[in-house]
């Protein structure tokens, strides 16, 4: 809780010992780079990066975007079966996603530190998992592997409007919403296990509607 008062505290100071800086030093003015976090104040991780965003303003009221996120995690239990309890028994399980959003957005020239804008991105999802399952062979001598993989790939466009408030120089604040579609294909259910291959089919997916992100958007530019 210390932390969170002195990042809030940090960011109100900001406002107050910038109030005399011209109006241009803080809004881009093109040529600008920005990199872009979620800032969620009063959450258990206050600054997250697990959709980091970079962007690049080509004029003042003209930015590039890309969006991006990496996740990967994997798992490994062991138990111990057989007559003698002497067999080892693992289970291990993967996953793998990510995720590119390029866009563009066009700024209007709202106040000296407000500068909203409209905007589009393109969605690219691409998630994996592998699990890898052990068990006791008929005779209880030994394991048999079953593996299970699947997937799937998203694709999307979305419509945003925004706005961002430079509280200090170069460095603002901001929100933003969305109203798009997303179109998912769910990858094949592969089972392999002594030396056959199940294979079920899975559908797909599409969503149309609005969409939020509940965090703020903190970012600045270099």
């Given at each position: 809780?210390?932390?969170?008062?002195l990042l809030i505290a940090a960011i109100a100071a900001g406002v107050f010992t910038t109030?005399?800086?011209?109006?241009?030093?803080?809004?881009?003015a093109g040529?600008?780079?920005?990199?872009?976090?979620?800032?969620?104040?009063l959450g258990g991780s206050p600054i997250s990066i697990n959709n980091l965003r970079l962007r690049y303003f080509t004029s003042s009221d003209m930015a590039i975007r890309v969006g991006f996120s990496v996740s990967t995690s994997s798992?490994?239990?062991?138990?111990?079966?057989g007559a003698n309890n002497d067999i080892e028994i693992e289970d291990k399980s993967s996953e793998f996603g990510l995720t590119i959003n390029p866009g563009i957005e066009k700024h209007f020239a709202g106040t000296d530190r407000l500068?909203?804008?409209?905007?589009?991105?393109?969605?690219?999802t691409l998630t994996s998992s592998t699990d890898l399952d052990q068990e006791l062979n008929t005779a209880g001598t030994g394991t048999d592997?079953?593996?299970t993989t699947n997937g799937s790939t998203t694709f999307g466009l979305n419509l945003v409007i925004g706005t961002d408030w430079y509280f200090s120089k170069h460095i603002y604040m901001g929100t933003e919403v969305g109203f798009g579609f997303?179109?998912?294909?769910?990858?094949?259910?592969?089972?392999s296990g002594g030396g056959t291959t199940v294979t079920t089919p899975n559908g797909s997916s599409f969503n149309l509607g609005p969409n939020f992100n509940s965090a703020i958007r903190l970012g600045f530019l270099f």
């Open positions: 809780m210390k932390k969170r008062v109030s005399n800086v011209n109006a241009q030093d803080f809004k881009p040529g600008e780079k920005n990199i872009e976090v979620n800032f969620s104040p798992n490994t239990d062991i138990t111990l079966g500068s909203p804008y409209v905007g589009a991105e393109l969605n690219f592997e079953v593996e997303a179109s998912t294909s769910n990858a094949d259910t592969e089972t």
